[in-house]
């Protein structure tokens, strides 16, 4: 399963809104996880199964979607929220990442 | 506090092995599925294999298959990534994880990586 994330990059300021798409080239259910990733850090998970957040992750962070589209959301951006974001889907073998999106500050 | 310990990394002619080590730390790591998964630099992230907690059961991605060796030791809270006839496209930053939601996985906990250089 192929998973497309959108954009590559984006711009954003502080205290915006955005939104991350990833596509799964076949349907996936809700079986799909968001990591954020750090420069020279390990990923950390954000959700798992599209929309459970996972411990001590802030609410500005959501998921939504389901079959083979899903956003993640980040409703008030702040300074340590630009990085990188993964999808990842666990429907079926192999797991398969997105390529990944990058949140600039504009 | 979950912490997971890679080692083993490091610069490595092609055709030759190398064998990475995760030592786990603060949960029941004979319970828990066990995952390496990849980042070329400057690329994005890449599953490589997952084992279950009892051995019984392993995966890899079609690029390492027949090439890696996915193990552990839970006497010694320890997974291992054996690496064979390793080439330039296998140079990446090496991450162990915990996999939940076996048999399908997402990964939980991250180590802080391993790095494999694979040049001449």
């Known amino acids: 399963i192929q998973m497309t994330q959108s954009p590559a990059t984006l711009s954003a300021s502080v205290g915006g809104r955005i939104t991350i798409t990833c596509r799964a080239s076949q349907t996936i259910s809700t079986w799909l996880a968001w990591y954020q990733q750090r420069p020279g850090r390990a990923p950390k998970l954000l959700i798992s199964k599209t929309t459970n957040l996972e411990g001590g992750v802030p609410s500005r962070f959501s998921g939504s979607g389901s079959g083979t589209e899903f956003t993640l959301t980040i409703s008030s951006l702040q300074s340590d929220d630009f990085v990188t974001y993964y999808c990842?889907?666990?429907?079926?073998?192999?797991?398969?990442f997105g390529q990944g999106t990058k949140v600039e500050i504009k | 506090e979950v912490q997971l310990l890679e080692s083993g990394g490091g610069l490595i002619q092609p055709g030759r092995s190398l064998k990475l080590s995760c030592r786990a730390s603060?949960?029941?790591?004979?319970?828990?599925?066990m995952s390496w998964v990849r980042q070329a630099p400057g690329k994005g992230l890449e599953w490589v294999s997952v084992?279950?907690?009892?051995?019984?059961?392993?995966y890899y991605a079609d690029s390492v298959k027949g090439r890696f060796i996915i193990s552990r030791d839970n006497s010694k809270n320890t997974l291992y990534l054996q690496m064979r006839s390793l080439r330039g496209d296998d140079t990446a930053m090496y991450y162990c994880a915990t996999a939940l939601e076996w048999p399908n996985p997402y990964f939980d906990h991250w180590g802080q990586g391993s790095l494999v250089t694979v040049s001449s």
């Open positions: 603060g949960f029941s790591f004979s319970s828990q599925a």
């Open positions: 990842q889907q666990y429907s079926s073998y192999p797991w398969t």
């Open positions: 084992i279950s907690d009892n051995s019984l059961n392993t």
